[in-house]
């Protein structure tokens, strides 16, 4: 099985770009444009790695990390900003 990863970016071209480089690494890709579809999509599937904004729409990335981090500590995140 691929592993799966969650990219949360709100920037179309940015997440664009890493959807498409990823995916075609076999990478099985899930795309959030902010915090909530985020948390939903972390209910909803297993993921491998969380690529995480610092600035989110809804939200700061901050806060969403700690969100994770309290839920699924062994989930890495990595980190990411323009």
Known sequence: MNQSIL????Q???????LEF???????????????CALDALRRKRFD??????GLPDRPGGELLD?????RPWLPVIMTTG
């Open 67 to 71: 969100e994770i981090q309290a839920s």
């Open 22 to 36: 990823l995916g075609a690494q076999d990478y099985d890709m899930t795309h959030c444009a902010d915090a909530e």
């Open 12 to 18: 179309a071209p940015a997440a664009r770009l890493v």
């Open 49 to 54: 790695l969380v690529l995480l904004d610092i």
């Open 7 to 10: 990219l949360v970016e709100d």
